[in-house]
């Protein structure tokens, strides 16, 4: 359990690295946010609602997520 708990310390200010599925995502790298694809801002995993599961992509809101699809087509 040492190991584990010194893991979680350490994904402290780090970006997490997820799987966007459907309803929820899954943790590949332990981080604490990741950054919105369309406007760059931190997003803490906690307020993360918002990712497009066929582009892979985290946003910030609802807005940038409808931006980034305007834009990528």
Not at 10 to 37: E, I, P, Q
Not at 50 to 67: C, D, G, N, T
């Amino acid at each position: 359990m040492r190991h584990n708990a010194g893991m979680l310390m350490s994904s402290k200010n780090k970006v997490a690295r997820l799987h966007y599925m459907a309803n929820s995502f899954r943790m590949l790298t332990a981080g604490d946010h990741v950054v919105c694809a369309s406007t760059g801002q931190a997003i803490p995993l906690e307020e993360l609602r918002y990712w497009s599961v066929l582009r892979q992509e985290p946003y910030v809101s609802a807005e940038a997520s409808v931006r980034a699809s305007m834009k990528k087509g």
